[in-house]
Every structure is written in structure tokens, then in C-alpha cells.
């Protein structure tokens, strides 16, 4: 099996410009985990998931600071701290997206799928062909594989 048999072909999409609270809303609506992102001209740019909206909840932990010669040493990028609170103060989808997603082909076997969702903890994953979107395959889809192959073992 691949990701084409599997996939989800009339999939939901949001915007860059998209509200977080849209978002939410659509997400707990249909029963979805996650939404590919697509620009002015309809290509990928991005996924918000569930998780990304969690986030926004999430307490801000403050750098920890190393003192030397008088001088304070941050123990961990300010950058990174930077892209955090960005991240938690997200009003659109372009602030709390996940840029340049992972994604397969409609050819992806069903094992790489499964394999990208579990070691990389991944709920959503965009299927893309010579650049454009043309499915979603979302962790449901891989369970559905399992009532599949017991409906044929019946048989």
C-alpha cells in the first residue's frame, strides 16, 4: 500500500493570514489534527497541528543566566527564547506554522509513513506531488489500514 491509497484527497486548508482562533475552531470541528498552510499561489508553506495551538498555552520558561567576570552569560540562545515567546503570542497561522513541513509522495509507502509518524511524532503529514498538495494522510488514515487488512484476512 502507499500513501495514495490512503490519503485524504479533499483536504482542509488554512492561510499564513488565517486567525489561531479559526483554527481552533475548524480543528475541533471536523475532528482533525492538523492543517497544511498554503500561500497566495497555493503552495505548501506550512502545517498548524493541534500541538501548535497548545503551545500558545504553554508557560514561558526564562533563560537561565550564568554570571562571569560580572558579565551575564545566557545558557541558552536568545534567539531561541525569541522564537519561543514569538510562538506563544501567535495571532495567525504564519506565527505559530510549522515552516517547510515534512511531506511525501503519493507513492510514500505506507512503512515510511508510519515510520516518519512515529519516530518523528508526527499526527499529520501533507502529500505533495511536483510541488503541489494533493492529499493529507493523518494517523487515522494508518489505523484504517489495520480494519482493511483483518476485512481481507476475514475473507
Same mark, same amino acid.
Given at each position: 500500500?502507499?500513501?495514495? !491509497?490512503?490519503?485524504?484527497? !479533499? ?22 489534527? $492538523? ?17 501548535? @495551538? ?14 562571569? @567576570?560580572? $558579565?551575564?552569560?545566557? @545558557? ?7 522564537? #519561543? ?8 497561522? $504564519? %506565527? ?10 503519493? #507513492? ?10 512515529? #519516530? ?9 506531488? %511536483? ?6 494522510? $493523518?494517523?487515522? %488514515?494508518? @489505523? ?8 481481507? %484476512?476475514?475473507?
Amino acid at each position: 500500500m502507499k500513501a495514495k !491509497d490512503i490519503m485524504t484527497r !479533499d483536504v482542509l486548508t488554512v492561510t499564513p493570514e488565517t486567525e489561531i482562533t479559526k483554527v481552533a475552531q475548524i480543528l475541533l470541528e471536523k475532528r482533525i489534527n $492538523g492543517l497544511p498552510v498554503l500561500d497566495a499561489k497555493s503552495r505548501l508553506v506550512g502545517i498548524i497541528c493541534q500541538s501548535d @495551538l497548545v503551545t500558545q498555552q504553554k508557560r514561558v520558561s526564562l533563560p537561565s543566566l550564568f554570571n562571569l @567576570l560580572d $558579565g551575564l552569560i545566557p @545558557l541558552r540562545s536568545p534567539k531561541s527564547f525569541e522564537q #519561543e515567546v514569538h510562538k506563544i503570542a501567535a495571532v495567525t497561522v $504564519g %506565527d505559530a506554522m510549522v515552516k517547510n513541513p515534512v511531506t511525501v509522495t503519493p #507513492e510514500t509507502s505506507i512503512e515510511e509513513v508510519a515510520t516518519l509518524m512515529v #519516530e518523528k511524532k508526527f499526527h499529520t503529514l501533507p502529500v505533495v506531488e %511536483d510541488g503541489w498538495l494533493v492529499g493529507v494522510i $493523518g494517523k487515522e %488514515d494508518v @489505523l484504517k489500514t489495520l480494519l482493511r487488512m483483518e476485512e481481507k %484476512d476475514e475473507s
